[in-house]
């Protein structure tokens, strides 16, 4: 061992197997970096007992520190005369490192492996490859555990060729046996073209990379935006609510004085009429008795007499014009309200959907919106059922209004003003917005349908059948083949024909989308537009047809 090799290890901290920095001997008389034995001595706090890592005796109470300053000086001595701090690469090598092929006893870690020498080297060791002429042109990369990957198990030979034909690494005598007759080029060769092709794709990537930043930006813009417009319109609409809250709120307290007032007015008449009545009879009663007493006198001269003095009793003028009525005098006022109360609930249900359909979502790119797999499509399906108010007379509604066929006779449904009268097809309850994912299960002629809720319900098929108008659009899915129609134009669609078809709808992106579901999911045709209501999912049966719409799996 050379001397400056004696001396690192010397006055090398056994913890950090660096040079001693701020040297201090422990009572044992190991020495350390100051720094390293209190980090290792602050790991023990807990167990109260403090150790010497090399000779693990234990101290108790944590022994004070102070800095040994002979040992300090030595070492800046030391540093004077040539000797620096080990390097990193001049580290012993651990359980993860690549060690020295050549260092004997304890070996340090490598800082580079040869390809040709298939050895990994540290510096002292690696100095010959830096020196000598022959070895100068030795392949040097970063140490690597896996160099004996690189020696044919066949051959025993450094592998520096490569097969495109089986695609692996060969050496120089594997073309005349196991690789004869293969398209065969230098591993360096093959190296430079799939470095080009590597640099073509991490250009790709790059740009990507560059595209997908200033996405991300402009949608921050987009999000903040939304945000400062979200705040805005909350606080107008706030504003507006508090005025129809404060408007209807008037109008209550208006309806209520009117009431109070005419309940004041009719009872001021009622009062005076009862007071009046009230007076009538008093001045009966005195007639009936003054009537009594000359009816009770016995002379008979003296009735005579004062009979003729007698007033004839006046008619009355209130009994005839009094009835009895029920005491609903106020039912006029409590009618207009509840009028008013179905007025605003109308105008607030379709001022709601309105304000949903005036939300704009953020404008992305339709290939990162619509799902790749049916996995995928099916995070966004909905259960469809269908709305008896709204079939046909001749189909026949089942499995929970989820199904629907055509039948010969006209089914026991009562009149409805939503009921389709001309054409077989029905429309579901649910009101669709948003992104939405169903399927329908079909034998026979159907056509997957989506409409407006205001679609004609009788006339001509071009005013009220699927797909044969500007207020539905509908896939006709016939026994072998399928088309499209919306607005009465048609379009043949090709692809494979299954018993199922997906329908995909995102209402805000104006997307709508049919696919033909077996093992895999192919698209058959893609509708992009602008949606201005809410839509419904519809199906129109062909005779000894049947479409049932499936519950999500």
Request: overall charge positive; hydrophobic content about 30%.
């Amino acid at each position: 061992m050379e001397q400056n090799e004696l001396d690192q290890e010397t006055f090398s901290c056994s913890i950090c197997l660096d040079l001693l920095k701020d040297p201090v001997t422990i009572p044992c008389g190991h020495s350390y970096c100051m720094k390293c034995i209190k980090a290792h001595w602050d790991g023990e706090d807990q167990r109260g007992i403090h150790s010497c890592p090399q000779c693990r005796e234990t101290f108790s109470p944590r022994p004070a520190l102070k800095k040994n300053t002979m040992l300090a000086a030595l070492v800046e001595q030391l540093k004077k005369t040539g000797l620096q701090a080990a390097p990193a690469h001049h580290c012993y090598a651990g359980p993860e490192d690549v060690a020295c092929d050549v260092c004997t006893g304890r070996k340090l870690k490598a800082i580079k492996s040869c390809l040709v020498c298939l050895a990994s080297y540290c510096e002292k060791h690696l100095q010959p490859h830096y020196d000598s002429a022959p070895l100068k042109k030795h392949k040097l990369v970063e140490p690597s555990k896996n160099l004996q990957e690189n020696i044919c198990s066949r051959h025993d030979e450094v592998m520096k060729m490569f097969c495109r034909t089986d695609q692996k690494c060969i050496c120089y005598l594997c073309p005349e046996d196991e690789h004869k007759g293969h398209d065969t080029v230098s591993a360096a060769a093959e190296r430079t073209e799939r470095q080009r092709e590597l640099q073509v794709r991490r250009e790709n990537i790059q740009k990507r990379i560059q595209d997908r930043e200033k996405d991300v930006k402009l949608l921050k813009k987009k999000m903040e935006a939304i945000n400062r417009s979200a705040v805005k319109t909350v606080e107008d609409s706030e504003k507006v609510f508090t005025e129809l809250i404060c408007l209807i709120q008037k109008r209550r307290s208006d309806v209520k004085q009117q009431i109070r007032s005419q309940q004041e007015t009719e009872g001021s008449r009622v009062k005076e009429l009862q007071e009046k009545l009230e007076q009538e009879i008093t001045e009966l009663k005195k007639k009936d008795a003054e009537l009594k007493q000359l009816s009770d006198t016995e002379d008979h001269n003296q009735f005579l007499h004062n009979y003729p003095s007698l007033s004839a009793l006046s008619e009355s003028t209130h009994s005839s014009s009094i009835k009895i009525c029920p005491p609903s005098y106020f039912k006029d006022v409590t009618a207009a309200v509840s009028e008013l109360r179905d007025i605003l609930q109308d105008i607030l249900r379709d001022a709601w959907t309105n304000t949903s359909l005036r939300v704009t979502e953020v404008d992305v790119s339709l290939s990162e919106l619509e799902p790749k797999s049916r996995a995928g499509f099916l995070k966004y399906s909905c259960e469809i059922t269908l709305d008896p108010d709204t079939s046909h007379k001749k189909l026949l509604l089942s499995e929970g209004n989820r199904k629907v066929i055509l039948m010969n006779e006209p089914q026991s449904y009562y009149r409805h003003p939503d009921r389709f009268t001309d054409w077989p097809q029905v429309l579901s309850r649910e009101s669709l917005t948003g992104r939405c994912y169903w399927e329908v299960e079909r034998r026979g002629t159907v056509y997957a349908a989506v409409a407006y809720k205001n679609i004609s319900r009788a006339g001509t098929e071009y005013e009220c059948g699927f797909g044969w108008n500007d207020k539905s659009w509908a896939l006709i899915c016939y026994q072998n083949s399928y088309e499209f129609v919306y607005n009465s134009i048609r379009t043949s669609i090709s692809g494979p024909v299954s018993s199922r078809v997906g329908v995909y709808l995102d209402h805000r992106a104006g997307i709508l989308s049919f696919y033909s579901v077996s093992k895999t999911m192919t698209l058959l045709h893609r509708v992009q537009t602008t949606f201005t209501q809410p839509l419904h999912a519809g199906a129109r049966v062909g005779l000894r047809g049947s479409a049932e719409f499936c519950k999500p799996k």
